[in-house]
């Protein structure tokens, strides 16, 4: 019902900023719930930003201050734009979809849709 594409990953220096992009498609994209996730190797998938479809947002401790989530409807796409990249912000990037049920929701389980994922890497 609704196909989600990540792009915008990459290789940068710690310090460095990038723009993540999350396309949609599929009917009534604005009021759904949109996401972010990360998962590094080894480790568990973990929430990094969410909006919902009010706009509201919510974040991760560890990326507050550095990370804005945004959306623009017109383009059924969710950005997140991540500023003074750090090592340990390393991973492959999801973004996710949900049918508007929630507020910016931080649970993984509670998307219905995911896209692909988008390599972010780090370097020291």
């Known amino acids: 019902q609704v196909q989600l594409v990540e792009s915008g990953g990459g290789l940068v220096q710690a310090g460095a900023s990038l723009r993540l992009s999350c396309a949609g498609s599929?009917?009534?994209?604005?009021?759904?719930?949109m996401g972010w996730f990360r998962q590094a190797p080894g480790k568990e998938r973990e929430f990094v930003a969410a909006?919902?479809?009010?706009?509201?947002?919510s974040y991760a401790d560890s990326v507050k201050g550095r990370f804005t989530v945004s959306r623009d409807n017109a383009k059924n796409t969710v950005y997140l734009q991540m500023n003074s990249l750090k090592p340990e912000d390393t991973a492959v990037y999801y973004c996710?979809?949900?049918?508007?049920?929630?507020?910016?929701?931080?649970?993984?389980?509670?998307?219905?849709?995911w896209g692909q994922g988008t390599q972010v890497t780090v370097s020291s």
């Open positions: 996710a979809a949900e049918s508007g049920r929630y507020t910016a929701a931080m649970t993984a389980s509670l998307y219905d849709y």
């Open positions: 909006i919902g479809w009010s706009g509201a947002t």
């Open positions: 599929g009917r009534t994209f604005s009021n759904y719930g």
